[in-house]
């Protein structure tokens, strides 16, 4: 089993760059690992995904081009770099664990970070 716990979230200004970072209490190399949001009154969408191994990527279309997913299995941990923030990127960020790759449902993956508030101003 795996308990992943994101951090990093901060209230940051339009345009500005900020990394979160999803460790793992268990080892993930396993795992196929993604990043979903939630903004008010929204559900949960895809932010980014990796494969187990690192060498593929997805983005949501939204996201592409500004954010970046990593992983260093070796520290069980998963990073977002989120550069060129909009307004439009406040949310609550979770992590999330899973076997099938890629995939952007939220039922694909079985284990979840409690999500860390990212808060971009205008």
């Known amino acids: 089993q795996v308990q992943l716990v994101a951090s990093g979230g901060e209230l940051m200004q339009a345009g500005g760059s900020l990394r979160l970072s999803c460790t793992a209490s268990?080892?993930?190399?396993?795992?196929?690992m993604a990043w979903f949001r939630q903004a008010p009154g929204k559900g949960r969408e895809f932010v980014a995904g990796?494969?187990?191994?690192?060498?593929?990527?997805d983005y949501a279309d939204s996201v592409k081009g500004r954010f970046t997913i990593s992983r260093d299995n070796a520290a069980n941990t998963v990073f977002l770099q989120m550069n060129s923030l909009k307004p439009e990127d406040t949310a609550v960020y979770s992590c999330?664990?899973?076997?099938?790759?890629?995939?952007?449902?939220?039922?694909?993956?079985?284990?979840w970070g409690q999500g860390t508030q990212v808060t971009v101003s205008s």
């Open positions: 999330a664990a899973g076997v099938r790759y890629p995939s952007i449902s939220i039922h694909e993956y079985a284990y």
């Open positions: 268990g080892r993930i190399s396993s795992y196929h």
């Open positions: 990796i494969s187990w191994s690192g060498d593929r990527t």
